[in-house]
């Protein structure tokens, strides 16, 4: 069985988030970028199915070349190859374009990615993806069990989870309660090193959207001390000056 998942790289949590003078670009000057954890969390599932089932965990990431540490990081912690689309990421239609096209030429049993990157949280990756390539998508899936050739998943609903059978292949992106990251051991990131990690260019596509300002929210205002047993002080002061209530 064959498995690709699709490693998407975002700055890292604790990072000091700005942008650039024209406001229409993050800043990527001095940020440390990790593999986004839902990510993390689709090839961790991947590999524990592989270990099951048999097969191939391949990675895919459409990006710069300074994308490849954490493409480096996912071969050390199991996945067996690795391709990257030496692009930039300019939207998420781009970016499952691109992979529906290697997609297309390599044929795999179950693509997974995270539900969303914690950059954007767009979260429309995988199921574009599934379209591009017309096959089923589910996402934000918080377990995945294959057996022969049907996939059982179940996603989080209000009031309760959905679960959804399907055919192999299929889409899915993944969120916490799949499986737990693993950290990359010693070997691995011996091994990581000898394994491919072939690069591709990208495929004539054209991008539909692009950012046209950001801005951060507005900073927190003061903090207003107020005397616990002074119950009317506290009710005035949501009416009049948070307004709320």
Same mark, same amino acid.
């Given at each position: ?6 490693? &998407? ?48 965990? &391949? ?79 589910? &996402? ?106």
């Amino acid at each position: 069985m064959k498995f690709l998942v699709c490693i &998407s790289q975002v700055p890292d949590t604790t990072t000091k988030i700005t942008f650039t003078p024209d406001k229409k670009a993050f800043n990527a000057q001095g940020v440390q970028f990790i593999i986004n954890p839902s990510d993390e969390i689709a090839l961790t599932r991947a590999l524990e199915l592989k270990e099951a089932l048999g097969g191939t965990v &391949s990675v895919i990431n459409v990006g710069q070349a300074n994308t490849e540490p954490n493409l480096r990081k996912a071969l050390a912690i199991g996945a067996d190859d690795a391709t990257r689309v030496n692009a930039e990421p300019t939207d998420a239609y781009f970016v499952a374009f691109q992979i529906a096209e290697v997609i297309k030429k390599n044929t795999y049993d179950v693509i997974l990615s995270g539900k969303e990157s914690i950059d954007y949280n767009g979260g429309q990756v995988p199921m574009m993806i599934g379209e591009l390539l017309g096959i089923p998508s589910v &996402s934000v899936a918080t377990k995945l069990d294959i057996n022969g050739t049907t996939a059982t998943l179940e996603r989080e609903i209000d009031g309760g989870k959905e679960v959804v059978e399907m055919k192999l292949p299929f889409v899915a992106g993944a969120q916490k309660g799949m499986s737990e990251p693993r950290i990359p051991n010693m070997r691995g990131i011996m091994t990581a090193r000898s394994k491919p990690l072939v690069v591709v260019e990208p495929a004539a596509c054209e991008v539909l959207s692009s950012s046209a300002q950001f801005d951060l929210p507005p900073a927190k205002g003061e903090c207003k001390m107020i005397d616990p047993n002074n119950v009317a002080e506290l009710v005035n002061l949501l009416h009049t000056e948070a307004k709320a209530i």
